[in-house]
């Protein structure tokens, strides 16, 4: 497979670097997806119900 | 339930990562490589797509009983068949992406993972409230948007793992796929249980402050929110220990896979330590940000400046978790996962509220994150990812390794 990176060669801490640097990119982008996901959930709310008198906290 | 259902992915992919990377630290290439992706990528398919037809079967039945009727049920209702339309691309490349995690290729994962994020954020408002001949669509647009960035990105995945080579057809794809399934499920199954375990659980917590009242629930949520933030460099690096243990590991270089663990808890302690004098002064302003009312800005801040000191117990927890998970002892991390919760956590949490309110809340929160230091250092020292003399690590961990001789996992 032309993909493989061998992380066994040269020093651990850059292995280990190589690999997780990228991945906090990734999981912030998880996590907007929620918090987006909670924005809109609420504007969805305010739009569909509030002016039929449903309240929320 | 949607937590628990991806608890279920993130462990797929912990099996995946730990059967693939270590595949490579033992040099495995050829048609046994594309059968593992290929087999990683079928039981993801299989185990999301049935979890997603029992979700939209049963919803109806679970909202209403959560309380939900009339028009709340109604919008529910009409998100959750593009949800669970989106699960299956969502959990197959995630297993996929783990293969690339794996072969230490992580920013393909990361791309992936922000590409469709930022899809997704983008189509919301399009479907939601309409854009041009696209009508309002609510709830559903929500659902709409979420399943069109999922596939898409699942394609987009699947088409560069082809043009890379990563996923081959000419491989005798049906051999030996009941062997591959038992190894990915043998870590899957498990680490799932350790990523389900732990939103559970601050779930029960939570119950515990709201005995003090809305005030409080609110300024532990918006602490919560905050943590989540402050933890993304600890989780990146669980999930980038994974791939380097689990080659050391297939390649037998025990002592790498070592030094990645010892490294990895001192990025923890080192990182734990910043967020906490950080939060000493930040504390107050990020509260004031974060939440609307004065009360419950004081309880962000009590949180964030007190919790921040035992954030580095919880990052060399799931740290070690993943390195056991790569080292194929996904049973140990799962109850290292569990004893925190259930035994520390929860009873403390719910004790502290009791006989100090808030501040019983807070002081449960440290003890568990410094018992969960404490127990990954004890459950790395007794499979052997960590050689470590303090008393206080050696002789429980030498108690475990004696009580639990043939423990398979």
């Given at each position: 497979m032309s993909i493989d990176r061998d992380l066994n060669a040269g020093p651990v801490s850059r292995a280990l670097i190589s690999v997780s640097a990228p991945m906090t990119l990734g999981i912030l982008g998880v996590l907007s997806v929620g918090l987006a996901d909670a924005f809109f959930w609420r504007a969805i709310v305010i739009r569909r119900w509030l002016p039929s008198g449903l309240s929320i906290r | 339930m949607i937590v628990a259902l991806v608890s279920l992915s993130i462990g797929l992919a912990a099996g995946t990562n730990a059967v693939v990377s270590q595949a490579i630290g033992r040099g495995e290439r050829g048609a046994a490589r594309y059968r593992l992706t290929l087999h990683a990528m079928a039981l993801a398919a299989m185990l999301s797509s049935t979890l997603s037809l029992l979700f939209w079967l049963g919803a109806p039945y679970l909202f209403a009983a959560m309380g939900a009727k009339g028009p709340v049920l109604e919008a529910v209702l009409g998100y959750v068949p593009y949800w669970c339309l989106s699960f299956p691309p969502m959990v197959t490349g995630m297993a996929l992406n783990a293969v690339f995690r794996a072969a230490g290729r992580s920013e393909v994962a990361a791309t992936v993972m922000s590409l469709q994020a930022i899809l997704n954020v983008a189509l919301n408002p399009i479907f939601i409230f309409g854009l041009g001949p696209l009508p309002d669509l609510g709830a559903e647009g929500a659902g709409l948007a979420t399943f069109l960035a999922r596939s898409l990105a699942f394609a987009g995945l699947v088409t560069f793992a082809l043009w890379r080579g990563a996923?081959?057809?000419?491989?005798?794809?049906?051999?030996d796929i009941a062997k591959s399934l038992r190894r990915i499920a043998r870590v899957g199954m498990p680490a799932a249980v350790s990523n389900a375990i732990n939103p559970a659980g601050l779930t029960v917590v939570t119950a515990a402050v709201a005995v003090i009242g809305d005030t409080a629930v609110a300024g532990f949520g918006a602490a919560a929110r905050v943590q989540s933030l402050l933890f993304v460099p600890m989780l990146a690096l669980s999930s980038g220990i994974g791939p380097v243990v689990g080659q050391a590991w297939g390649a037998g270089n025990r002592a790498r896979a070592r030094d990645a663990l010892r490294l990895s808890f001192g990025l923890c302690l080192g990182y734990g330590l910043v967020v906490a004098l950080g939060m000493v002064v930040l504390a107050e302003p990020i509260a004031r940000v974060m939440t609307a009312e004065e009360g419950a800005m004081a309880y962000t801040a009590d949180y964030l400046r007190v919790v921040a000191w035992g954030f580095f117990g919880y990052g060399m927890l799931v740290t070690a978790n993943a390195a056991m998970n790569a080292r194929d002892r996904a049973l140990w991390s799962m109850g290292l996962s569990t004893l925190r919760i259930a035994v520390v956590f929860i009873p403390l949490a719910w004790a502290g509220v009791l006989l100090l309110g808030y501040g019983g809340i807070l002081a449960a929160t440290v003890m568990a994150n410094l018992a969960g230091a404490w127990g990954a250092l004890v459950a790395a020292r007794a499979v052997g990812l960590l050689r470590l003399n303090w008393v206080v690590v050696r002789l429980p961990a030498l108690r475990l390794m004696r009580a639990l001789p043939r423990m398979p996992n």
């Open positions: - | 996923i081959r057809l000419d491989c005798a794809p049906f051999q």
